[in-house]
């Protein structure tokens, strides 16, 4: 009944042309491209990778066989556990954490910058200035990255003319050149939430915690960064999403003996031909990324509708 | 403790435009001052630059004698309660009062304690737990009062923290600021565009046009000897007739205006003196005007009823006098008698020497 005098409300509301044009553009969005798949990727996850001809056939039927694969590996390995990929997934997950925090920590000064400090034409010239690098592709990004990085690189000519070292670091073998390239792809994804948030905060409070003689660190602990809450988990938990999720970066930018649990996912997907495990291996990407968005939220003590503010 | 305050010379300047000019002021220890404005007239400038917010482009600031140049807000003896509040909306009311010890690192039980005795003071027992948002306008008001106490300043800065107030909390949270002045006993330096608020809890107002202090003294003083044509017509109402002086003698001066001649004191806080043929301002307060009495010989004027109006305690009279755009108002006591007057009669009005105000020709008040 609630729900029928509120699409009555939203008819009278947008007219009738309107309302049936938003409610089919965003039903089509979530239903076909956000539902769907994860129903068909969730049953994928339960079945054995069969031949097409055995598909729907008495073979087909559900299994966790691959879920198991995952935590215990082959039957045939001499390892208990499925070590490298364990160890793939929990990499990933805590350095997918780092960098997060890594953007924070950037992204936290500058956002606050913005948003209560610089003044007008200042203010647009930075904001231009950190979006346009995101004009540039992704991947040839990373490209850039890689270069920058590798040993004939800038930084490690720079280092060397310096006398800093005496031969090149190896950034991208120790990882170096992802973290970098990975923090650097969400910087935006941190700063606008945060700048969002910082912004409608009243001038008036920050000067009555000077006023009242605080030094500056405990101004941002007590009163800006309470106020921001929202933002910051916001732009933490699509920050972390997003790092745990990425693909491109890991392929260009990561060591040749470190994989990345997305390159897993897709090398089942993709040479393994195996789109069951692929599936499965996915499920529990998404899982724990939504457990991770839940705790922050927890810790933050902040509703879903305020990190979607 | 109560620390006074000393401007020496004391310039502001925001690029070419100029928000306060040469302030020379002191404001003596445990004084409730006020300066009173209008919007713009760059008092609000003068509260930042003594609580350290502004940095003067010219001119001292002293601070129990001390020079306050270089030192931040965050280590003046000042404390800055701002018109918004401002108070913390994640904070609860007890967080709230005793920041200022939070960041004196006083441990918890100890701010506690502070902090109930600072709610006795402002009659809020017991509402320590509450966050911000569940009081009043008026409780909120007192929080941010005990929020700035609680730092233990030498000197209270208020700018015109009783302006979202409604007219009745207004009046009485004037009471209330001044009796909390004199328990606690510090400097108080209130902002406000409310000449009421002025005159009813300050020791001494300066009041302020266009950055420039244009008189400094007891609320008596400005009322009824105003020392410029602004204050006159700032503080207070008044009816001016303009005209050309034509003696001075021993404090009055005879003035010859459209209405006729008129004879007003000239008061010694003028800040420029009248001489025969200047240009003058003659003020006469709506409460000084009466009906003429057969027998009173100078100031009569003749004027036409034009309107009055009704407001329990007092009748307002207004009336149309020669050479005079704006209707002269008269405000007179309801003594109960009731009303002869008819619209369209023309009386004679009159107002003694004493309380007619002569002064050389200046700036007005904008109305």
């Not at chain 1, 647009?124 to 990085?149: D, G, H, Q, T």
């Not at chain 1, 001038?203 to 605080?214: M, P, V, W, Y």
């Not at chain 2, 002191?26 to 919007?39: Q, R």
């Not at chain 2, 400038?45 to 601070?63: D, H, Q, W, Y």
């Amino acid at each position: 009944m609630a729900l029928y005098n509120y699409l009555k409300n939203f008819f009278t509301r947008n007219g009738v042309f309107l309302s049936v044009f938003l409610l089919g553009v965003v039903g089509f969005w979530i239903f076909f491209l956000i539902i769907l798949p994860q129903i068909f990727m969730f049953d994928f996850s339960f079945r054995f990778n069969l031949p097409p001809a055995e598909q729907g056939g008495p073979n087909d039927v559900y299994t966790i066989s691959h879920y198991k694969f995952l935590l215990f590996g082959s039957a045939l390995s001499e390892d208990s556990y499925n070590v490298i990929d364990l160890t793939v997934f929990l990499r990933t997950i805590v350095t997918a954490v780092f960098v997060t925090l890594f953007d924070f920590i950037i992204c936290y000064p500058i956002a606050y910058y913005l948003a209560q400090v610089a003044k007008g034409g200042w203010a647009r010239l930075m904001v231009l200035s950190l979006i346009v690098p995101f004009w540039v592709n992704e991947i040839l990004r990373a490209f850039a990255f890689r270069i920058i990085f590798g040993s004939n690189g800038v930084i490690n000519d720079a280092l060397m003319a310096m006398g800093i070292v005496d031969d090149p670091y190896p950034f991208i073998r120790e990882n170096i050149a992802l973290y970098a390239g990975l923090g650097y792809a969400f910087v935006l994804l941190m700063i606008f939430p945060l700048y969002n948030a910082v912004e409608s905060l009243d001038k008036n409070q920050i000067e009555a915690a000077r006023d009242l003689g605080s030094p500056w660190w405990r101004i941002h602990w007590r009163v800006v960064m309470p106020f921001a809450k929202p933002g910051i988990s916001s732009g933490c938990t699509m920050v972390f999403m997003l790092s745990a999720g990425a693909l491109a970066a890991p392929q260009i930018l990561g060591g040749p003996s470190s994989l990345w649990f997305t390159q897993i996912i897709y090398q089942w997907f993709n040479t393994g031909g195996n789109w069951p495990r692929g599936s499965a291996y996915a499920i529990v990407l998404l899982i724990t990324s939504i457990v991770f968005v839940l705790l922050v939220m927890k810790i933050f003590k902040v509703k879903l509708g305020e990190i979607a503010r | 403790m109560s620390a006074d305050v000393r401007l020496e010379n004391v310039w502001i300047k925001f690029g070419s435009f100029v928000a306060a000019r040469e302030i020379e002021l002191t404001i003596k220890g445990g004084e409730f001052f006020s300066f009173l404005g209008p919007s713009g007239c760059g008092k609000t400038t003068i509260l930042r630059a003594v609580s350290g917010f502004l940095k003067p482009s010219e001119g001292n600031i002293l601070i129990g004698g001390k020079d306050m140049a270089g030192i931040g807000p965050n280590r003046r003896p000042t404390a800055l309660i701002f018109q918004n509040l401002a108070l913390f909306p994640l904070m609860t009311v007890w967080e709230n009062i005793t920041f200022a010890l939070e960041v004196k690192g006083v441990n918890a039980t100890e701010r506690r304690k502070k902090a109930d005795e600072l709610l006795e003071l402002i009659a809020l027992p017991g509402q320590g737990e509450k966050m911000v948002g569940e009081l009043s306008g008026g409780q909120r008001q007192r929080v941010a009062i005990a929020r700035a106490l609680a730092a233990e300043p030498e000197v209270l800065l208020l700018d015109e923290p009783l302006s979202a107030l409604d007219l009745k909390l207004r009046q009485h949270m004037r009471t209330e600021l001044r009796s909390i002045q004199r328990r606690v006993g510090i400097t108080f330096i209130y902002i406000t565009h409310d000449q009421g608020e002025a005159l009813t809890m300050s020791d001494n107002v300066a009041v302020m046009r266009d950055g420039v202090i244009e008189q400094v003294g007891d609320g008596t003083t400005i009322y009824d000897a105003p020392g410029s044509p602004f204050v006159a017509s700032f503080v207070g109402e008044n009816n001016l007739f303009r005209g050309t002086v034509e003696s001075v003698d021993n404090g009055m001066a005879t003035v010859t205006t459209t209405v006729g001649t008129l004879l007003a004191k000239t008061p010694v806080t003028a800040s420029n003196p009248l001489k025969v043929g200047d240009t003058a301002y003659v003020f006469q307060r709506p409460e000084s005007l009466r009906f003429a009495k057969p027998d009173n010989q100078i100031n009569r004027i003749k004027a036409t009823i034009v309107n009055e109006e009704f407001e329990g305690n007092f009748w307002q009279v207004y009336f149309e006098v020669p050479g005079s755009t704006k209707p002269v108002k008269m405000s007179m006591v309801n003594d109960g008698s009731s009303s002869e007057r008819r619209r369209g009669e023309v009386v004679e009005l009159v107002c003694e020497p004493e309380l007619s105000v002569a002064l050389a020709e200046g700036p007005l008040a904008a109305e």
